[in-house]
């Protein structure tokens, strides 16, 4: 298993979600995951600036659903 693949699968992401997250074809996401292909140093920068995207959303998300409610 790649680190792409790891770090795509811990963040709980299809292929397609992240391909569509960082503007990679999901096929070529694919072939690099299988050890077929080597992303360019600028595809590998977009997916890890798209996985720590979501990452940052859903912790804002978190934090939102963790706030106290202020009742009016």
């Known amino acids: 298993m790649t680190n ?4 795509r699968k811990a963040a709980k ?4 979600e992240l391909a569509q997250r960082c503007g990679i074809n999901r ?6 995951e299988c050890g077929y292909t080597e ?3 600028v595809e590998e920068s977009a ?3 798209a996985i720590a995207d ?3 959303e ?15």
């Open 27 to 32: 096929t070529r996401l694919s072939l690099a």
């Open 54 to 56: 979501i990452i940052k």
């Open 58 to 72: 859903r912790l804002a998300d978190v934090e939102y659903q963790l706030r106290p409610q202020v009742s009016a």
């Open 47 to 49: 997916i890890r600036a």
């Open 4 to 7: 792409i693949q790891k770090m």
């Open 13 to 16: 992401l299809s292929q397609y």
């Open 39 to 41: 992303l360019r140093p």
